[in-house]
């Protein structure tokens, strides 16, 4: 059997953020989902690329050295 089905409340918990955003997620189609009747459902595997997808890199030491330079 497939992982389980996490419901917008679930998905909220885990991205740490409101339902309403959530919701808002898949309003806008930027997060895959599934219906099931009237119920939204989404796999965890999603959830996981979202945050991989909107995980932003540190930039390093870049103006540290800027500042030696002028």
């Known amino acids: ?4 089905l996490l419901d917008v409340n679930q998905v ?3 991205l740490g ?4 955003f ?3 997620l898949v309003a806008e189609r930027r997060i895959e989902f599934i219906k099931v009747g009237r ?3 989404i796999r965890p595997a999603v959830v996981a690329d979202y945050l991989a997808t909107n995980t932003v890199q540190p ?3 870049r103006r540290s050295t800027l500042r030696k330079g002028a």
């Not at 059997?1 to 389980?4: A, F, G, S």
């Not at 953020?17 to 309403?20: A, F, M, P, V």
């Open 59 to 61: 930039i390093g030491a």
């Open 39 to 41: 119920h939204v459902r």
């Open 12 to 14: 909220a918990e885990l």
């Open 17 to 20: 953020t409101t339902t309403r």
């Open 22 to 24: 959530t919701r808002r």
């Open 1 to 4: 059997m497939p992982d389980p």
